[in-house]
């Protein structure tokens, strides 16, 4: 069974000003299309890929060619990214934002995020990431990786994730990344966050 393209959770534009509606068409159209249909072509290549589901795969992607690893990668970032966004965001609540002051603060949170994405060198992505007991942790990955690989050097469950590749952004940041990622957080869909935090363990 082929993986396909998820549709977008709201409007091209419902999160203007922070994310532009023809950023949100192109990456989702486009870039995310793409993935999915190269995801397809590799596991279409390899028989002991079939029926196993995304989360499947990138638990086993250090065996795994450069055509599954990148656009495997790139199938779950981005369906991860659009839902962990919302127009109007809000604020973490419950155990999530009980593990984020464990953490030293949300502006702390965010203040270390914002410096892994911006330092990410080229392209990548910027996580909050949650080992098994809760405990959160900041880190960065090159390209599509992502901490559910068997090879990440920060293992475990996605939190939040913002993708700092240029098509994410340059439309209306141009080059300045480090406003891109001071402004996402105003998108950010906590209530989902705490949701993914909340299955940990579950």
Same mark, same amino acid.
């Given at each position: 069974?082929?993986?396909? =393209?998820?549709?977008?959770? !709201?409007?091209?534009?419902? =999160?203007?000003?922070t994310?532009?509606?023809?950023?949100?068409?192109?990456?989702?159209?486009k870039?995310?299309?793409?993935y999915t249909?190269? =995801?397809?072509?590799?596991?279409?290549k390899d028989? %002991? =890929?079939?029926?196993?589901?995304?989360? &499947?795969?990138?638990a086993?992607?250090? %065996? &795994?060619?450069?055509?599954?690893?990148?656009?495997?990668?790139?199938y779950?970032?981005?369906?991860?990214?659009?839902?962990?966004? +919302?127009?109007?965001?809000?604020?973490?609540?419950? +155990?999530?934002a009980?593990?984020?002051?464990t953490?030293?603060? @949300?502006?702390?949170?965010?203040?270390d995020?914002?410096?892994?994405? /911006?330092?990410?060198f080229?392209?990548g992505?910027?996580?909050?990431?949650?080992?098994? %007991?809760?405990?959160?942790?900041i880190?960065?990955?090159?390209? &599509?990786d992502n901490? @559910?690989?068997?090879?990440a050097p920060? +293992?475990?469950?996605?939190?939040?994730?913002?993708?700092?590749?240029?098509h994410? !952004? !340059?439309?209306? !940041?141009?080059?300045?990344?480090?406003?891109?990622? +001071? /402004?996402?957080?105003?998108?950010?869909?906590?209530?989902?966050?705490g949701r993914?935090?909340?299955s940990?363990?579950?």
């Amino acid at each position: 069974m082929a993986f396909e =393209l998820p549709p977008l959770p !709201y409007d091209y534009d419902a =999160l203007a000003p922070t994310i532009d509606g023809e950023t949100m068409r192109f990456h989702h159209d486009k870039h995310h299309k793409a993935y999915t249909d190269k =995801l397809n072509e590799g596991v279409a290549k390899d028989p %002991s =890929l079939e029926g196993k589901t995304i989360e &499947q795969i990138l638990a086993q992607i250090s %065996s &795994q060619p450069p055509l599954v690893r990148n656009n495997g990668g790139g199938y779950w970032n981005h369906d991860f990214f659009w839902k962990i966004m +919302k127009p109007g965001g809000g604020t973490p609540s419950g +155990k999530l934002a009980e593990a984020i002051e464990t953490y030293g603060g @949300l502006d702390k949170l965010k203040e270390d995020f914002n410096g892994k994405g /911006a330092g990410q060198f080229g392209s990548g992505w910027a996580w909050v990431v949650a080992d098994a %007991s809760g405990k959160l942790s900041i880190a960065s990955t090159p390209n &599509q990786d992502n901490p @559910l690989m068997d090879d990440a050097p920060v +293992k475990g469950t996605p939190i939040l994730g913002n993708d700092v590749w240029e098509h994410a !952004y !340059y439309l209306t !940041y141009r080059n300045d990344r480090a406003a891109y990622l +001071k /402004a996402w957080w105003d998108v950010v869909n906590w209530d989902e966050a705490g949701r993914i935090y909340n299955s940990i363990g579950n």
